[in-house]
């Protein structure tokens, strides 16, 4: 059973950088056809899909984040992580990680809340 | 277009059958997703592709799709099924993912 595990602050200031780390366990991250992925929710809202870095280290991102959105892959240590920045207060939001396959998302983390404020 | 169009709320009498819709264009491409939200949790994947359902769902949710709408329907809805509801797919075009605004489910 795949298990993934968000972590990083909970409080991130104005124009700073957000990072989190998706670790994976129960499963590899190098092997397999998956897209490892970053989805976020913002308090009371809808999902909204951040961008994913497919097992060759290719990455897609949501064109409206995409000028701030780095998503990276440690094999070695088997995880992924996100980095967004220059963040404003409409940043906050749970952020979750996710494994996808072509067609769906099939695991996710039980997600980050992060919170964006001076 | 890319949107995902979900009705915001939607209630159902207990044991009834309900059916909660997704429409977009994308959806001519793909089918859709669907992902069960209760509070304060993270989405858990219900229906994949054209019917699917991943090992512990029950086989009271059931997945359709036509031209550019597709449907989660729950048949004999449990007080256990109230939360939100979510469709996704993929949006080949532009290479990402788009998912519905969601929708509320309140069983009765």
């Known amino acids: 059973q795949v298990q993934l595990q968000e972590s990083g602050p909970g409080l991130v200031k104005p124009s700073q950088t957000l990072s989190l780390t998706c670790a994976v366990s129960g499963g590899s991250i190098s092997s397999g056809d998956y897209y490892w992925n970053w989805i976020r929710q913002h308090p009371g809202k809808g999902l909204e899909w951040i961008g994913y870095i497919y097992n060759s280290g290719s990455t897609y991102y949501n064109p409206s984040l995409k000028s701030r959105v780095t998503i990276s892959v440690d094999t070695s240590e088997s995880h992924f992580s996100l980095r967004l920045s220059s963040v404003t207060v409409a940043d906050t939001a749970v952020y979750y990680c996710?494994?996808?396959?072509?067609?769906?998302?099939?695991?996710w983390g039980q997600g980050a809340l992060v919170t964006v404020s001076s | 277009s890319s949107e995902l169009t979900q009705d915001p709320a939607v209630s159902v009498a207990l044991g009834q059958t309900v059916r909660i819709t997704c429409r977009g264009d994308i959806l001519r491409s793909y089918y859709a997703n669907w992902y069960q939200q209760k509070p304060g949790q993270a989405p858990i994947l219900v229906i994949y592709g054209k019917n699917n359902r991943p090992s512990g769902i029950p086989d009271r949710f059931s997945g359709s799709s036509s031209g550019n709408t597709a449907s989660l329907t729950i048949t004999g809805a449990q007080a256990e099924d109230e939360a939100d509801y979510y469709c996704?797919?993929?949006?080949?075009?532009?290479?990402?993912?788009?998912f519905g605004g969601g929708t509320k489910l309140t069983v009765l």
């Open positions: 996710s494994r996808g396959t072509q067609l769906y998302f099939d695991y």
């Open positions: 996704n797919s993929r949006d080949n075009s532009v290479n990402h993912w788009v």
